[in-house]
């Protein structure tokens, strides 16, 4: 069956009534960002923010109308808040208020512990170490699921090597894609490679939220969030509304990006989620040809950093060819290698993680054998 269209789906939402304001949610200007893509249907509703609250029942009753065409799978509706048209906007809280924690909105039962990795910049191959620490997780004998939260340039369905629209057992929430024993989730998984994702913070933080709450993550040890870079509104919203363990922070060796390290491990410690360890990506390079080591980014950085902020150094991952090609193919490189060096620095982050999260030692699995015939 072909999708459907446009015009379709606004036309479902157009018999949906705002009970407030006694017109149809098209006719208000509410819908925004709507996608629609192998018979999956997405978008937002902004909304006053004095409403939101109170909204929930049309977010829902919305998405029921998008469902009921003959050629639609899913819908997903985001309730998004912005001020009202020709209002002024609220006054920002006082910055004590903003950086406490706003109580733990979003409950993920069945998932033991949640553990972001960040950086304060891009650029210093997080998503990469995101992709291979749950892996290693996953070689230590957890159950892990892996959650793409950067909206804006989702990498894991390249880097794990997964495509195609998630299945939906209810029409309601989506089931994760299954990829070298991990769970993923992605909002990759919705659109084209290749689209823009144009929107607003507020829709940005709508989509993570429901991409945590909204998906059958099932029974997992351990869910990797890997976290958009930066510093902002999205990174400070997901991390004072989801009940995170722990946070992980990837930087390369140099000062600048020692500097944005420091700026997102603070904003963890402002929030009062646990700081986990700091990792060194892009350590150094030895030659596959001669063996030299030469160390392109300086070397040493990120564990001298650990040590003055007093947090775990959680080890150093090289600069590696096949830490790139096998990212790129889709195979993490922890994955493609299992007894390869690589992989054993992942494993160790992980087991390091894992201790640092539950005082134990995760259930290691045998390494693997070769075996001639």
Known sequence: MADPTQEAV????????????CQDIVTLGMVSGLTIRDRHVLFALEVDPERGPQLEPLRVEAEAAVRKLPDVLSATAMLTAHRPAGGKAPAAPPQAARTKPTGRT???????????VASGKG??????????????????????????????????????????????????????????????????????????????GPMVQSAITQMLRDVNWGDLDVLVVDMPPGTGDAQLTLAQSVPLSGAVIVSTPQDIALLDARKGLNMFRKVEVPVIGIIENMSYFCCPNCGHRSEIFGHGGARAEAGRLEVPFLGEVPLEISVRTTSDTGTPAAAAEPGGAIAAVFRDMAAATWQSLTGETAPRRAAPRIVMQ
């Not at 029409?171 to 894609?177: H, N, S, V």
């Open 10 to 21: 606004l036309g479902a939402l157009r018999t949906v009534i705002d009970p407030e304001r």
């Open 106 to 116: 979003i409950d993920l039962p069945g998932v033991g512990h949640i553990v972001a």
């Open 123 to 200: 650029g210093v191959g997080k998503s990469t170490v995101a992709a291979n620490l749950a892996v290693g997780f996953v070689q230590n004998g957890l159950k892990v699921g892996l959650l793409d939260a950067d909206i804006y340039g989702p990498s894991m369905p390249r880097m794990m090597g997964v495509g195609g629209k998630p299945t939906t057992p209810d029409g309601k929430t989506l089931d994760p894609k299954p990829a070298h024993g991990v769970q993923v989730m992605s909002i990759g998984f919705m659109v084209d490679e290749e689209t823009p994702m144009i929107w607003r």
